[in-house]
């Protein structure tokens, strides 16, 4: 029995030795890095392979070992010799592989021992190739490019780091891959305090090679040296290069030109460098923003004021602009929009914008966009900091953005009511249903009118009702895209009788605990209240009687709403109004 034993002991010692022994020959190799990686179409990654130290054979480490890589999943190229010999010993590898195409790829790497064929193959690495569809800069850092879903702006992939530019940047623009740009290059503009009103360009590919200064361009002309701190770029479906400039205050310049890829910029046109007319707002409006433009040449132009309110201007002639107006308040959740300093805004393919601030990336859900009350949502998508401005070159030919009417009025014309409506950037329009109320709440179809077709143009409505007896009738028009969805005009009225509407003051807006309603009635007779929020949705009602000259009406049961902008209306059977107001 012990015998027994001690031979069992020695023949378990003789198989760990020889155990231990195959082990310590076994080949191994790894890849750095070896998790997965995601880069742009284009777009290049360094990968070194290197092999184990263990025991490849006698004399391992002078001896010579080849690598051969292995791409697989698209287009690619490698650099250098594939494969490639090293001597002395043959540790490691390096190669920077370019992905053309977009897709998925793996990448490994084979060692090989010349001297003797030992072989060890590294794991497989996953690398998502994307082609961009945004792109960011943030003043000295990286510009980057995304791949983000065009209809929730959800980021899919990135961002990843395709260049650093030459100096700060301010403005970013890219261009459509076109016949004088045949690349589709990134351009940027200089972030620069003194710049006497002169933009300096840059441009590079959308790779990030090649980055050159491409041109400069005096936005204010040569007699006036004042400086800009509004510079802004952005590119049309033709090629043609946008600047906007202004100093924060009393003047706002544009100016266009000819992309060229990485070569001189050509055909700069400052118009004259005339101001630009700002229509519903102000030129100190746009203290922060940015400009996106359609596919039917609109320019569309954000604008915020530093620590307050944000809106999208339109202007609609890019033949001979003249007039910024503005369209659309933009908000977060009914209320103020959250983002900081407002800079960029950038389009998806289909027809809703991205908006860069300083507290990270938000999207405009276009299906928000409310014409009634002028105003469209917008939430966060990514937190980031540091962001100075967004670009892409895609041009939307069908949004909800663009449909917009420029005036609706109504009035009496003998037996009739007298419709007239005017819109600006008509796309996918179909036609628009007129629609009728005698209380301002429940309305009825009357009639139809069909579209006058698609483009940035201003197109002019009309549309006659027989008013009948009633004392008060409300209109308004329901906007129907060519897809079935549909939008709403804000709601006119038009008095029948002789009798005098009542004088309206509300006060204080902005308010905090309470509002007050300054109404000069002609007769006795109730009025209705409603306060709504930016969605609509009614949140407070109460009905009063109000007596004939002055009353005044605290409106009580306000001071619980959320921070954010609500309207009140005012009815009687004899006249309608609605004020606008905010609370703090």
């Known amino acids: 029995m012990k015998l027994f034993t001690l031979v069992t002991k020695k023949l378990f010692l003789m198989l760990s030795f020889v155990t231990a022994s195959v082990t310590s020959f076994a080949q191994t190799a790894s890849i750095s890095p070896s998790s997965t990686q995601t880069t742009f179409a284009g777009g290049s990654i360094t990968f070194t392979a290197t092999r184990g130290n263990n025991n490849w054979g006698s004399g391992s480490n002078s001896a010579t070992y080849s690598y051969l890589w292995t791409v697989s999943g698209g287009t690619y190229t490698i ?95 890219k261009n459509k891959a076109n016949v004088n740009d045949p690349q589709g290059c990134l351009y940027y503009i200089l972030n620069t305090n003194n710049n006497s009103g002169i933009v300096q360009i840059y441009a590079a590919t959308p790779t990030g090679t090649g980055d050159t200064n491409v041109g400069s361009i005096d936005m204010n002309g040569s007699g006036d040296n004042n400086s800009l701190g509004f510079v802004r770029i952005g590119f049309d479906a033709n090629g043609k290069g946008w600047i906007i400039a202004g100093d924060g205050s009393t003047s706002l310049y544009i100016a266009s030109f000819q992309g060229n890829g990485t070569n001189a910029i050509s055909n700069v046109n400052t118009f004259s460098n005339s101001t630009l007319t700002i229509s519903g707002g102000s030129a100190s409006e746009f ?22 309110d944000t809106y999208i201007y339109t202007l609609n002639s890019l033949t001979n602009p003249t007039t910024l107006t503005k369209k659309w308040t933009v908000q977060t959740g009914g209320g103020q929009f959250t983002g900081t300093s407002v800079n960029g805004v950038a389009w998806t393919q289909t027809g809703s914008l991205h908006i860069s601030t300083g507290n990270g990336i938000y999207f405009i859900d276009q299906t928000t966009a409310n014409s009634a009350t002028g105003t469209v949502q917008c939430t966060l998508i990514s937190s980031v900091s540091g962001l100075t401005d967004l670009g892409s070159s895609e041009f ?144 407070l009602a109460k009905k009063y009687t109000l007596q004939t000259g002055d009353n005044v009406i605290v409106l009580t049961g306000v001071e619980s709403l959320k921070t954010g902008i609500y309207t009140v209306e005012m009815i009687t059977d004899g006249w309608k109004t609605v004020q606008r107001v905010t609370k703090q």
């Open 287 to 308: 203290q922060n923003g940015d400009l996106a433009i359609s596919a039917n040449g609109t320019l569309y132009a954000l604008a915020n004021v530093t620590g307050a």
């Open 79 to 173: 650099s250098g010799t594939n494969p490639i010999s090293v001597g002395s010993g043959g540790a490691s590898n390096q190669k920077t592989i370019t992905f053309s195409s977009a897709g998925t790829y793996t990448v490994s790497c084979t060692v090989t021992r010349s001297s003797n064929g030992n072989t060890a193959t590294t794991s497989s690495v996953t690398v998502n190739v994307f082609t961009p569809n945004l792109y960011s800069t943030s003043g000295t850092g990286t510009v980057k490019a995304y791949k983000v879903n065009p209809v929730i702006g959800s980021i899919d992939y990135g961002p990843v780091d395709v260049f650093t530019p030459s100096g700060n940047t301010a403005g970013l623009g």
């Open 396 to 539: 939307p030919s069908n949004s909800t953005l663009p449909v917009v009417y420029s005036s609706f009025n109504v009035k009496k014309n003998g037996s009739n009511a007298d419709l007239t409506w005017t819109t600006d950037n008509e796309i996918n329009n179909d036609h628009f249903i007129v629609q009728r109320s005698t209380d301002g709440v429940r309305f009825q179809n009357i009639g139809t009118i069909n579209s006058k077709g698609n483009g940035s143009s201003q197109q002019s409505y009309s549309y006659s009702d027989p008013v009948g007896a009633n004392t008060i009738v409300y209109y308004r028009l329901q906007q129907v895209d060519v897809s079935g969805s549909s939008t709403y005009s804000n709601i006119v009225a038009l008095r029948i009788n002789a009798a005098n509407a009542a004088k309206i003051t509300v006060y204080p807006n902005p308010f905090v605990s309470d509002i007050k309603l300054q109404v000069q009635a002609d007769k006795k007779e109730d009025m209705v209240v409603r306060v709504s929020n930016m969605t609509g949705q009614v949140v």
